[in-house]
DNA sequence: GTCTATATGGGGATAGAC
DNA sequence: GTCTATCCCCATATAGAC
């Protein structure tokens, strides 16, 4: 199928998707700074060198651009999670990994992470429910590997389904004071939340 | 002063008094609900059963409503973390009684909690300036009793203002997701909170 | 696909009667 | 102090020319 593109036809699918692309980056902006409600479609379309009614060419409405945000990020920080624990097989060393990579992904990307974290509410109904899915799996993820620990004798928790959002709390809530070119770097906050990860759960 | 009004004079401000404060009700859970850029002075009134005019009486601007949620809140907030403070002169069992106090006021005010947390960057610069204050001096008691732990050689910290952090988030980070009425209980959080901060800074 | 212009609705805040 | 009515501005989204 895309070889039998002609050249006309590839330019104009690359502009439209470059467009498209300027303006999920433009509503991060926006959305990051001033919230979902605080934001206007004008903001956008100006942040990203447009007429309003440009915006709508290419989203349909403004919950539409929020909710391409809100999935793209929860499938990259879920993906981030998963490589930590797959690249991981002891408990401990697991949930450090975890934990670490979780605190420098939110960092990195604190724009999204602020909008992941703090837009749900903004979505529709099934766009929320959709998004919820992949939360869940997320904490499922870090309880598995807490009820692992546990058998293996190297844990200690006092409350698996507690203590796995006390962990995610560690990462998450940095998003609502982490400010990038700080003196706070995201390698220093994940070498930092995987330590204190750690001793959280450790025997 | 006061022993000279008169009966009428008393009742008319009590009356007045009254209404403030149900306005000040009824803006909490409408922030609370829809953040305070997604939330209109209609809703505020019709929750608190008055016309859009009403709240004009009462409070000058919908900001100044949200000034007063958030300087009181901050304020019980202060105290809640000084009074715990001042309960335990030993630094772990100190941080404990702090983490956990910190965590309980969140639970048991969860949705004053989200705006206090939530909602600095739509206060007026001023009044933020203002509320920066006691946060800083939340921020500061943390600290110096991490530092009175290394001191006294019962804590062992990585990195003393990243760990106050951490340790605030516990806390701070729970008005994200603790919903009232359901199986975690304001004292549940504040005993395994201060479980988990001893834990992460203890020797 | 982009623009200008605009339809349509709702927002914060105020005027003026009671 | 409360109400109804309203000012005035700005919001999302669309129409239609180019």
Same mark, same amino acid.
């Not at 700080?182 to 990860?197: F, N, Q």
């Given at each position: ?8 036809? #590839?330019?104009?699918?690359? *502009?439209?998707?470059?467009? $498209?692309?300027?303006?999920?980056? !433009? =509503? %991060?902006?926006?959305?990051? @700074?001033?919230?979902? #409600?605080?934001?206007?479609? *004008?903001?956008?379309?100006? $942040?990203?060198?447009?007429?309003? !009614? =440009? %915006?709508?060419?290419?989203? @349909? ?25 797959? @690249? ?116």
């Amino acid at each position: 199928m895309l070889s039998t593109m002609t050249t006309e036809q #590839a330019t104009g699918r690359d *502009r439209s998707s470059r467009t $498209r692309e300027r303006l999920l980056d !433009a =509503a %991060v902006e926006a959305f990051a @700074a001033s919230g979902f #409600a605080g934001t206007t479609t *004008r903001d956008i379309a100006s $942040r990203a060198g447009m007429s309003p !009614a =440009a %915006v709508y060419v290419h989203h @349909a409405t403004k919950e539409d651009l929020l909710f391409e945000i809100s999935r793209r990020g929860h499938h990259a920080s879920l993906e981030v999670l998963q490589t930590a624990f797959d @690249a991981e097989p002891d408990p401990l060393a697991r949930i450090r990994a975890m934990v670490g990579a979780f605190s420098r992904w939110h960092a990195e990307t604190s724009r999204v992470g602020r909008i992941v974290q703090y837009e749900l509410n903004a979505l529709t109904p099934e766009h929320r429910a959709e998004i919820a899915e992949t939360r869940r799996t997320m904490e499922r993820l870090v309880q598995r590997t807490l009820e692992d620990g546990i058998a293996a004798g190297t844990m200690r928790i006092p409350d698996v389904k507690g203590t796995a959002l006390a962990l995610l709390s560690l990462s998450i809530d940095l998003v609502r004071w982490y400010r990038p070119g700080g003196p706070i770097t995201p390698d220093g906050l994940a070498e930092l939340h995987g330590e204190l990860a750690v001793r959280m759960v450790a025997a």
